[in-house]
Structure formats: C-alpha cells, structure tokens
C-alpha cells in the first residue's frame, strides 16, 4: 500500500535555478520565506477543558424561586433539576513523513548536516517550529474549531482538518433545527453600511436578557472584516475622538460587551455570542500536538502525535446569534 502520509520534498525549482549539486553562497534560514499563519484565536471564545477523559460530562441546572413571604407553618417551595450535557472529544493526529537526504545536493544543502543522521540535520527543527506546529494551529482555527463538520476516517486514506469534529457552526445550526435557540433579526449585515452596521449589533444586544448584558462580559463573535467596519461605524456613528484602537471594539452603551473578529469566520455572516463558561473547549493530551514522536526508518524521517479535542455549549438557552446562519459572504 501506497504511503499516502509521505511529503516530497518538492525541490525541481531549486535545482533548476541554483543547480543540482550544493554551492555555498552564505545562504541561511533567512533566505527561507513562508506566508504567515493564522493562530489558533477563535479558542478564546469559551473555556479549555483539560480532561483524562474522551467525554465531558456536565449537567444544566435549571432552578425555580425560594423567596416568600413570612408564616410560621413550613411551606416548602424550590426545586432544582439537573439536565445531563454531554460534550464528545474527537481523536486527531498528525502524521508528516520527510526524506532530508534530498536536500544535500541542492540548494538547500544548509539545511543538511555532514553526517548520516537525517534526524540532526538543521531542516527537522526548521520544518516543525516554522511549519509543522504553525500549520496545526491554523487548520485548527481556519478548519476545524468553527467550519468543521466531523467524518469519519477511511482506512489508508489521510484525512482532512475541515473533517476532524463538529465545529461551532455546525452545532449552533444545529441548535437552530433543533429549536433550541431563537436566532435574533439582524438584516443583511454585509449590505449595511459601517454606521448602520453598529446600529445593528447595538439592536442585536438589545435582545440579550439584561443579566448578561449588565453582569457578565460578553464577546460578539464576527468575521474580521465585519469587526473592522465596526470599528468604522463607531468611528463614524458618535465622532469619538478614541485614546486607543481597542476602544473601537467596545459597544458604547455596554461597557462590558466587545466584539471580536474571528479569523475561523471568514466568509461568514453569522455574529454570535454566549457567556464563555457556556461554550467548554475540551481537550485531552494537547501537550502532545507540540510533542512529536520521531521515528527513523532508514533516510526516512516520520514524525506522528495524536490528541482529543471537541466543544460544545452546555446552555442553549444562553446562546445569542442572528438570522444570518452560516451564509457566506457576497
């Protein structure tokens, strides 16, 4: 069977322009240029979960009133009820397979060593502290954490990171289905312009029960480009002379509401929010994502680490989004 994990080293460019066999002309890691990376920010919209288990087990408490007024019989009143919640962790892996042998004879021959240890050679750091790490974290949060929508693996087939679990928006649809949440009448927002946009999200807050609005901080939720032309809008809608770039992300009248863009939302119309403690992120060995083990089989070189990782809102009820749903952006 075919390995369908391996990466070749694609390097017919480099021998092209600089020749197949190594000259020296000072070249280092700097001549080395990549795009950046998107990092994992979309984990700061809810609570990480370190777990030993594969399933977060919560209860929603729903509670009735105490007060009354003064008799000297006992009239008992209250009740509490407990609603199980339960949160699945998906299993994921990384496996890359290099051979840093073709290198020697190349341009790229820096990133080799003299020796006959393909594991020592300067190329295995640079590929999992410049590329390997760095593209976890984006296919994480461009892939996986909002847009993902789990399958389940085929076996000797490499899977893909939009695959790996159920991702926020597919739960809050989900929900929606479900009638489990009532999305709150926004309008077109990318039609909007960036004033009418803030007037907007300020309606949307509106509808929020005051508890939340008043006693707890809240993050709206949005793509990047609509946080910017929030950031517009509020700019534009009250003339503000702001002492600081943050300042604009606040909602004027809710001091402790904030918006926040999320790079997972790209393409995306939906603008959502719910309590952090609400949204749990669970995780089981995500040490491990950055703790490769690393196995040597002839001038080959693998690099393999798994670990678990899901989400899940434990309240619905506590779950505020618009009517846009998982449209994309025109």
């Given at each position: 069977?075919?390995?369908?994990?391996?990466?070749?080293?694609?390097?017919?460019?480099?021998?092209?322009?600089w020749?197949d066999?190594y000259?020296n002309?000072?070249?280092?890691?700097e001549?080395?240029?990549i795009?950046?990376?998107?990092?994992?920010?979309?984990?700061?919209?809810?609570t990480?979960?370190?777990?030993?288990?594969?399933?977060?087990?919560e209860?929603?408490?729903?509670?009735q009133?105490?007060?009354?007024?003064?008799?000297?019989?006992?009239?008992?009143k209250?009740?509490?009820?407990f609603?199980?919640?339960?949160?699945?962790?998906y299993n994921?892996?990384?496996d890359?397979?290099v051979?840093?042998?073709?290198?020697?004879?190349?341009?790229?021959?820096?990133?080799?060593?003299t020796?006959n240890?393909?594991a020592?050679?300067?190329?295995i750091q640079?590929?999992?502290?410049?590329?390997?790490l760095?593209?976890?974290?984006?296919d994480?949060e461009?892939?996986?954490?909002y847009?993902?929508?789990y399958q389940a693996?085929?076996?000797?087939?490499?899977?893909?990171?939009?695959?790996?679990?159920?991702?926020?928006?597919?739960?809050?649809?989900?929900l929606?289905?479900?009638?489990?949440i009532?999305?709150?009448?926004?309008?077109?927002?990318?039609?909007?312009?960036?004033?009418?946009f803030?007037?907007a999200v300020e309606?949307?807050?509106k509808?929020?029960?005051?508890?939340?609005?008043?006693?707890?901080?809240?993050e709206?939720?949005?793509?990047?480009t609509?946080?910017?032309k929030?950031r517009q809008g509020?700019?534009?809608?009250?003339?503000?002379?702001y002492?600081?770039?943050?300042?604009?992300t606040?909602?004027?009248?809710?001091e402790?509401?904030t918006?926040?863009?999320r790079?997972?939302?790209?393409?995306?119309?939906?603008?959502?929010?719910?309590?952090?403690?609400?949204?749990?992120?669970?995780v089981?060995?995500?040490?491990?994502?950055?703790a490769?083990d690393?196995?040597?089989?002839?001038?080959k070189?693998?690099f393999?680490t798994?670990w678990?990782?899901?989400?899940g809102?434990?309240i619905?009820?506590?779950?505020?989004?618009?009517?846009?749903?998982?449209?994309?952006?025109?």
């Amino acid at each position: 069977m075919p390995d369908t994990n391996k990466i070749d080293i694609t390097i017919d460019d480099v021998v092209t322009a600089w020749g197949d066999y190594y000259l020296n002309h000072g070249q280092n890691m700097e001549n080395l240029h990549i795009l950046p990376f998107e990092t994992f920010g979309t984990l700061q919209a809810g609570t990480l979960i370190q777990t030993d288990q594969t399933v977060l087990r919560e209860a929603n408490i729903e509670v009735q009133e105490v007060l009354q007024q003064y008799q000297d019989d006992f009239t008992s009143k209250g009740g509490t009820e407990f609603k199980p919640v339960t949160i699945p962790l998906y299993n994921v892996k990384v496996d890359v397979g290099v051979i840093p042998h073709k290198l020697i004879q190349s341009w790229l021959g820096f990133l080799a060593n003299t020796g006959n240890d393909p594991a020592t050679y300067p190329f295995i750091q640079w590929l999992v502290q410049d590329y390997i790490l760095r593209q976890v974290d984006e296919d994480l949060e461009m892939k996986g954490i909002y847009k993902g929508v789990y399958q389940a693996p085929v076996e000797g087939t490499a899977g893909s990171a939009d695959k790996v679990m159920n991702g926020i928006d597919k739960q809050l649809n989900d929900l929606e289905t479900a009638n489990k949440i009532e999305p709150i009448t926004t309008g077109n927002l990318d039609s909007m312009t960036a004033k009418d946009f803030v007037t907007a999200v300020e309606n949307f807050v509106k509808e929020i029960p005051e508890r939340f609005r008043y006693n707890a901080p809240l993050e709206i939720s949005m793509n990047r480009t609509f946080r910017d032309k929030f950031r517009q809008g509020m700019f534009d809608k009250y003339n503000v002379n702001y002492q600081a770039t943050e300042q604009l992300t606040r909602l004027m009248f809710f001091e402790n509401i904030t918006v926040a863009g999320r790079a997972s939302m790209q393409g995306k119309q939906r603008i959502w929010t719910t309590p952090k403690q609400n949204l749990l992120i669970g995780v089981r060995g995500f040490t491990y994502k950055d703790a490769f083990d690393v196995q040597k089989f002839d001038r080959k070189v693998k690099f393999l680490t798994d670990w678990w990782i899901g989400l899940g809102f434990v309240i619905p009820e506590w779950i505020y989004t618009n009517e846009s749903g998982s449209d994309s952006v025109s």
